[in-house]
């Protein structure tokens, strides 16, 4: 019986201890979930209070966040790509670096140029920031800027001695990128200042590649019109074959117009006519054949 007793008694103890272990363990948790809330609540504040420095453009609550060591959206990055000039000028006379790198590489000049926020890009250039600085998947701010077709803000960056042609990981310049886009006074602009028409991407792409590609009839007028080479090819295509291939039969007329060899055979399957039939672009293979395009293929 006293055996019995002392298993039970020692059961019993170990009952209440794992009881007191579960107690103190849902208090740490209470705990760390009203610590969660706090902070959730402090952040919540924080933006709000961010918020209203950008809306309003307190410049005495602004000072007061960038005191506290508050980021709060209000880096430097934010502001350029938010168009606040007025934080951006204010984290810059607090001693940001102007070619702060976020993760990707983007430097503050890339967010600014992507939106053509002029104001906090002026800011930025006048402290210091770098042009030609490229991230991992845009390139420079030119390239940003050339791709939303924000011709002031091309101009501003080459007036500071931006590059008119830097290349991306693959060669594409931001004129590959404003052909693509259709961005033609952009366009105009960058080949006006000495960009080369006919610059190659690193598989030999010019910029009448991406013009044709996309579909972009008045780029692709402007490109020839300037001297495109339409018997250029990367590696699997002229810009005829690109645009039999995808139905672009206005396209397909200003190329051959422009004296494009309807001949070339380049990759399977072979010639432009072979790209259309492949596609089942039937107008475009009708187009062709009265153009005198032969297939490759026995």
Known sequence: VAVVGAVVGFRAQDEANRQTAIAQENVVLARAAEARAEQ????????????VAGKNRDYQLARRLIARGEDLGTSLHDAALN???????????????????ARDRSVPLHWAASNGNIGV??????????????????GAALHLAADGGHVAMVKLLLSHGADPAPSRNNARTPLHIAAGAGQVEVAE??????????ADSIAGATPLFDAVRQGKEEMTKLLIALGANVNAYDLYATPLHIAAAE???????????????????????GTPLDWAVEADQVDIADLLRKHGAMSAKP
Request: hydrophobic letters at 50%; aromatic letters at 4%; proline letters at 2%.
């Open 121 to 138: 890009a002026t800011l930025l250039l006048e402290a210091g920031a770098e042009t030609d600085i490229q991230n991992f998947t845009n």
């Open 189 to 198: 602009l960058l080949i006006a200042n000495g960009v080369d028409v006919n």
């Open 83 to 101: 168009g606040h000039a007025f934080l951006a000028e204010l984290l810059l006379d607090s001693g940001a670096d102007p070619n702060v790198l």
């Open 247 to 269: 139905g672009h039969s206005v396209l397909v007329e200003l190329i051959i117009a422009a004296g494009a060899d309807i001949t070339t055979r380049w990759y399977n399957p």
């Open 40 to 51: 959730q609540a402090e952040q919540a504040r924080l933006a709000r209070d961010a918020a």
